[in-house]
């Protein structure tokens, strides 16, 4: 092996230098530098073809990619997308081929790869390039989106599967896919896409194979848990054309659900859905992975995952209850379903509707952007239920800890019940964790910060200032607070109490129910876990609605408003709705005139005031104290705000904010710190783009 650097004789090199510019050039004292070599030395010379592979690893900087030669062994084997082991130091980690190219050669010997777990391209190269973006939009590495993205290979099933020569789909058995006899009757005057002003525009442009970008204000369908005759309606059009159709639902139940609907409402020709959802066995799920990848479904549904299902043509992409929290990817990099689809339709050129009851600020903002067109009734009169928010409930007692229902909402529940069915809804299942005053029930918060408060015996305590004080509530001068809500069982035993004759049922995530009938029934449930009634509930009841406006966040008005909006949708057209606990005037009257979309407005120009997404950029970077001084000594954000540490449960939080044209340059800035903390191993380092939660 030939030396790299040049090689010394033992003498000092700078006598010479000295003495030439002295003119007294000492010979024979002092050698020369010996000559360096023609070619760069270090060079490998590899005769076998060497692949780019993704390691399954979460260490920041090696996850971007790694370089291996492909021994004679593997060289049939190895492909794009295939699954490998390689060696990393002495531990052998899963990796991905990203892309294989001829022999050349390298300034470094490349290790080979150990073994070839899977010989077929299990990721294709458009999710390859979907993951790329998603890492360039959320500051993360492809590791880790890949993780999320892939299912964990199962080599049974995938044997099995390549075994059969690419079984087709099979259609849904009435044992794997029941039908529920009540949720799939259809009512009188059932709400058709054509209805909307813009309706037979888009469809014609569905069926034409015209792109398509929508955020779309949905008709209510009160006997189902979403509209899906409305959606069926687009799923169908959108089939006429070549490709597949993607759907995706918050939750497994609905996506189940909308999988019996479409068997039961479509003819025998109608492709069958395949369910891709997380919430499967991880077998199940790889197998619907395997499907999408070989097989080419026409119809797949699924939740937030199926966001990266490996399609090769897809028609339309379609996300319903857009704004759902279930949609938002709890582990780094963070990324959102919603975003992640604005992706896929500029990169495959397809079709993208995001519907809701309500409006998220992030759709309003595409609207307004001119990005996306809109799909609502506008001024067009809607039959939709009567909603009620009185100013002053009469209370049986004062102590509300005691008797949290009104005589008001006991009086609103006798009328409703006279008709049918009368859905409840709780905020949480049960828990002390919101408290407000025990008399006039304005929320506590923390005197220094406006935080929630804990309390701890007598005293309470804010977790976010660590500010201790005695309460004493500044309406009404009380000094006893109450858990804000209270949970669902509870409320369930008292209203049995006050209705003896009326059967009442509890309702939350370990307790679904099928639909109900047309009999007086009192129906108490947790939020998104409301069971449908065959021709809609005669009324319903939300408690506590004031609940998410208490809490110091960025989406309490978002979500608040698209829980009452989906609860609002499960009443049938003559019914009523009454709000229960302080909603707020603001957003009771946004309710009442349904005026989503002005509220989502104001809201974007608000946060536009303040710079707060999707109206800026903006950065959350979670580290111990003494991390995030090594980052910020070393972070270069030039035109941007950042925001001192705080802290942020055990770690400390530094806020970076920049326009939206600072945008790259500052997610750039945040990989390159990131690798920079992993090359020197520094302690763990978690970066949110667009944090939801603050």
């Not at 024979?28 to 993704?54: C, F, Y």
């Given at each position: 092996m030939k030396d790299q650097m040049p090689r010394?004789?033992?003498?000092?090199?700078?006598?010479?230098?000295?003495?030439?510019?002295?003119?007294?050039?000492?010979?024979?004292?002092?050698?020369?530098?010996?000559?360096?070599?023609?070619?760069?030395?270090?060079?490998?010379?590899?005769?076998?073809?060497?692949?780019?592979?993704?390691?399954?690893?979460?260490?920041?900087?090696?996850?971007?990619?790694?370089?291996y030669t492909i021994p004679p062994r593997l060289a049939g084997?190895?492909?794009?997308?295939?699954?490998?082991?390689?060696?990393?130091?002495?531990?052998?980690?899963?990796?991905?081929?990203?892309?294989?190219?001829?022999?050349?050669?390298?300034?470094?010997?490349?290790?080979?790869?150990?073994?070839?777990?899977?010989?077929?391209?299990?990721?294709?190269?458009?999710?390859?390039?979907?993951?790329?973006?998603?890492?360039?939009?959320?500051?993360?590495?492809?590791?880790?989106?890949?993780?999320?993205?892939?299912?964990?290979?199962?080599?049974?099933?995938?044997?099995?599967?390549?075994?059969?020569?690419?079984?087709p789909v099979m259609p849904l058995t009435s044992r794997e896919a029941p039908c529920q006899e009540t949720n799939c009757l259809s009512v009188r005057d059932e709400p058709k896409i054509e209805n909307y002003p813009q309706g037979k525009g888009l469809l014609d442009s569905l069926a034409n194979k015209r792109l398509a970008r929508v955020v779309w204000s949905a008709i209510p369908e009160p006997n189902r848990v979403a509209p899906f005759n409305q959606i069926s309606e687009l799923v169908s059009v959108a089939l006429k054309a070549k490709g597949s159709v993607l759907c995706l639902f918050p939750t497994a139940r609905q996506a189940s659900e909308f999988c019996s609907y479409w068997s039961a409402s479509q003819g025998a020709n109608a492709p069958s859905p395949l369910k891709y959802f997380f919430e499967k066995s991880s077998g199940r799920h790889y197998q619907a992975y395997l499907q999408c990848r070989f097989n080419h479904p026409r119809l797949v549904v699924g939740t937030r995952s199926a966001i990266f299902a490996p399609l090769k043509r897809i028609s339309l992409l379609l996300i319903w209850d857009e704004n759902a929290q279930t949609y938002q990817e709890q582990t780094a990099p963070y990324w959102h379903s919603r975003q992640v689809a604005m992706m896929r339709a500029n990169s495959e050129k397809c079709s993208l509707i995001l519907g809701s009851y309500s409006r998220s600020p992030q759709a309003q903002?595409?609207?307004?952007?001119?990005?996306?067109?809109?799909?609502?009734?506008?001024?067009?009169?809607?039959?939709?239920?009567?909603?009620?928010?009185?100013?002053?409930?009469?209370?049986?007692?004062?102590?509300?800890?005691?008797?949290?229902?009104?005589?008001?909402?006991?009086?609103?529940?006798?009328?409703?019940?006279?008709?049918?069915?009368?859905?409840?809804?709780?905020?949480?299942?049960?828990?002390?964790?919101?408290?407000?005053?025990?008399?006039?029930?304005?929320?506590?918060?923390?005197?220094?910060?406006?935080?929630?408060?804990?309390?701890?015996?007598?005293?309470?305590?804010?977790?976010?200032?660590?500010?201790?004080?005695?309460?004493?509530?500044?309406?009404?001068?009380?000094?006893?607070?109450?858990?804000?809500?209270?949970?669902?069982?509870r409320i369930g035993r008292e209203l049995a109490a006050a209705f003896p004759k009326i059967p009442v049922i509890n309702c939350d995530a370990d307790n679904s129910l099928p639909p109900i009938g047309t009999k007086p029934t009192l129906v108490v449930a947790t939020v998104d876990?409301?069971?449908?009634?065959?021709?809609?509930?005669?009324?319903?009841?939300?408690?506590?609605?004031?609940?998410?406006?208490?809490?110091?966040?960025?989406?309490?008005?978002?979500?608040?408003?698209?829980?009452?909006?989906?609860?609002?949708?499960?009443?049938?057209?003559?019914?009523?709705i009454m709000l229960s606990g302080d909603p707020g005037e603001y957003l009771a009257t946004t309710f009442k005139r349904r005026t989503f979309r002005e509220w989502a407005s104001k809201e974007l120009q608000e946060r536009a005031e303040v710079g707060i997404p999707p109206t800026a950029a903006m950065a959350a970077i979670r580290a111990s104290?003494?991390?995030?001084?090594?980052?910020l000594a070393c972070a270069n954000f030039p035109d941007m705000q950042v925001i001192e540490p705080v802290r942020f449960g055990n770690d400390w939080q530094v806020i970076v904010r920049a326009r939206l044209d600072q945008g790259e340059e500052l997610r750039a800035e945040l990989s390159r710190l990131q690798a920079l903390a992993s090359r020197k191993k520094w302690e763990p380092v978690k970066v949110q783009v667009d944090p939801y939660d603050f």
């Open positions: 010394w004789s033992g003498l000092d090199p700078l006598a010479q230098i000295r003495s030439r510019q002295e003119g007294k050039t000492k010979r024979g004292h002092q050698q020369e530098l010996l000559p360096l070599p023609d070619k760069p030395a270090g060079k490998w010379k590899n005769t076998d073809s060497i692949a780019r592979v993704i390691p399954d690893t979460p260490v920041f900087h090696l996850a971007i990619g790694l370089d084997k190895t492909r794009i997308g295939s699954l490998v082991s390689v060696k990393i130091g002495e531990k052998l980690v899963h990796a991905w081929v990203k892309d294989i190219r001829p022999p050349e050669a390298t300034s470094q010997r490349l290790r080979p790869i150990s073994r070839v777990l899977s010989d077929r391209g299990l990721v294709s190269p458009k999710t390859f390039q979907l993951a790329q973006q998603v890492v360039s939009r959320y500051a993360g590495n492809i590791s880790q989106v890949l993780n999320q993205a892939i299912p964990n290979r199962r080599a049974g099933i995938e044997k099995e599967f390549f075994t059969n020569n690419f079984a903002a595409l609207v307004l952007s001119s990005w996306a067109s809109e799909l609502a009734m506008n001024n067009t009169p809607v039959l939709l239920p009567k909603i009620f928010t009185p100013d002053y409930e009469q209370r049986d007692d004062l102590s509300i800890g005691r008797t949290p229902i009104s005589s008001t909402a006991i009086q609103f529940l006798r009328s409703c019940l006279e008709n049918g069915p009368v859905l409840v809804q709780v905020g949480r299942r049960g828990g002390r964790k919101a408290l407000s005053c025990a008399r006039c029930s304005a929320p506590l918060r923390c005197p220094k910060c406006l935080g929630q408060v804990e309390q701890r015996g007598d005293d309470y305590l804010c977790p976010s200032c660590g500010h201790s004080f005695f309460f004493r509530c500044p309406n009404c001068g009380a000094q006893q607070a109450r858990a804000a809500v209270r949970g669902h069982q876990q409301e069971p449908v009634a065959s021709n809609g509930y005669a009324g319903a009841l939300l408690l506590d609605a004031g609940m998410l406006i208490s809490l110091d966040r960025i989406w309490a008005g978002e979500q608040t408003l698209r829980r009452w909006a989906n609860l609002g949708a499960k009443v049938a057209a003559k019914g009523k104290k003494d991390t995030l001084n090594q980052l």
